[in-house]
């Protein structure tokens, strides 16, 4: 394999350059030339490409979001554009393609695979954490301390004005970062959507909870089916009267900001990992994280299988102990 081509596509997670660095470097190290495809699919449609050196990665590894830019294309679910993308990859004699994303990305990825024979590694990048396979994906121990501190600020204030929090974090369909989030903020209750409960429930909990505290943080994914924090916290008014209640949407400050040192060495591995993949003629693989050590999957199981954070026996342990009972 003489050329490689790589794209960050989906949401930005802090860790994605940290990848990219890994990338280059592997591949000039193996004498293979590194392109990089800007804003994901979308450059790939609009021949967005260059050729990648040593000094285009100096200085990324601190640096959240991702400087080869990310877009979430509709076109490339569109046959004619993904043929306009396979002539652009021809025309630059690309051999073979690693994309950073999420699952989305993943199945772009292997509808191209088969369309044009090309060999495909998928590294997973999301903050949501969302991804079958893999302990970790690139971006979320970064969210996850982000939304920790944010945690610890407001608790600060909550707790000076005798306040319930609700605190909603991201997390469009799991409850990945809120779990987690809530533990490690030492927060009173969680509602994430891989878990079902009425609000009266949670108004009476929340009061016990209250009992000789002065604050009370609620934690809220945004995918939870009763809402977002302030949905429920306007639906837990009549029930929480003479309590002082607020809310607080973090939004994206949860996807910005330097990589954490476990991002930065899980995108390094991850990056070098899928480099030597491709070169050792592998394809259809996504890297993992699991247990420490770096492995592989079929990329169609990164793709199709689901995960919640409620498999893990200990986080189940620790939410029932913590949070909820
Ligand atoms: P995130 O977890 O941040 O949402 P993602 O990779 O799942 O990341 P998506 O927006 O779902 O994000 O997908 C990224 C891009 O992958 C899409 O914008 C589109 O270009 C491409 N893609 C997704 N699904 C398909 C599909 N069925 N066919 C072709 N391309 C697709």
């Known amino acids: 394999m003489k050329k490689i081509g790589f794209l960050t596509s989906g949401g930005d997670s802090p860790g994605m350059n940290a990848c990219i660095r890994a990338i280059v470097k592997s591949s000039l190290n193996s004498k293979i030339k590194p392109i990089a495809i800007y804003d994901g699919?979308?450059?790939?449609?609009?021949?967005?490409?260059?050729?990648?050196?040593?000094?285009?990665?100096?200085?990324?590894?601190?640096?959240?979001?991702?400087?080869?830019?990310?877009?979430?294309?509709?076109?490339?679910?569109?046959?004619?554009?993904?043929?306009?993308?396979?002539?652009?990859?021809?025309?630059?004699?690309?051999?073979?393609?690693?994309?950073?994303?999420?699952?989305?990305?993943?199945?772009?990825?292997?509808?191209?695979?088969?369309?044009?024979?090309?060999?495909?590694?998928?590294?997973?990048?999301?903050?949501?954490?969302?991804?079958?396979?893999?302990?970790?994906?690139?971006?979320f121990d970064t969210a996850l301390n982000t939304v920790v501190e944010a945690i610890d600020k407001i608790r600060d204030t909550a707790s000076s004005h005798h306040r319930i929090f609700f605190i909603e974090v991201m997390g469009r369909n799991s409850g990945f970062i809120a779990l987690h989030a809530a533990i490690a903020g030492g927060a009173e209750s969680v509602l994430i959507p891989e878990i079902t409960g009425n609000l009266e429930h949670l108004a009476k909990e929340i009061k016990n909870k209250n009992k000789g505290k002065r604050s009370t943080i609620v934690i809220v994914a945004e995918g939870e089916e009763k809402g977002g924090a302030f949905e429920i916290m306007k639906k837990l008014k009549p029930f929480l009267v003479g309590y002082d209640l607020r809310s607080s949407v973090l939004g994206h400050i949860q996807r910005g900001g330097k990589p954490s040192a476990l991002d930065r060495i899980i995108s390094t591995k991850m990056g070098a990992k899928a480099v030597d993949l491709l070169s050792n003629n592998k394809t259809d693989l996504m890297v993992c994280y699991k247990n420490q050590q770096i492995s592989t999957i079929p990329i169609i199981d990164g793709i199709s299988k689901k995960i919640s954070p409620m498999e893990n026996e200990d986080m189940f342990l620790l939410e029932k102990m913590l949070t909820l009972e």
């Open 41 to 139: 699919y979308k450059g790939m449609i609009e021949n967005h490409f260059k050729e990648m050196k040593y000094d285009d990665v100096n200085n990324i590894i601190q640096l959240g979001g991702t400087i080869i830019g990310t877009a979430r294309s509709e076109e490339f679910k569109i046959i004619d554009y993904r043929k306009k993308a396979i002539q652009n990859l021809q025309n630059a004699n690309i051999e073979g393609l690693i994309v950073i994303g999420g699952d989305g990305t993943f199945t772009g990825a292997t509808i191209l695979s088969k369309e044009m024979n090309i060999p495909i590694i998928g590294v997973p990048a999301t903050i949501d954490n969302d991804i079958y396979g893999t302990d970790n994906s690139i971006g």
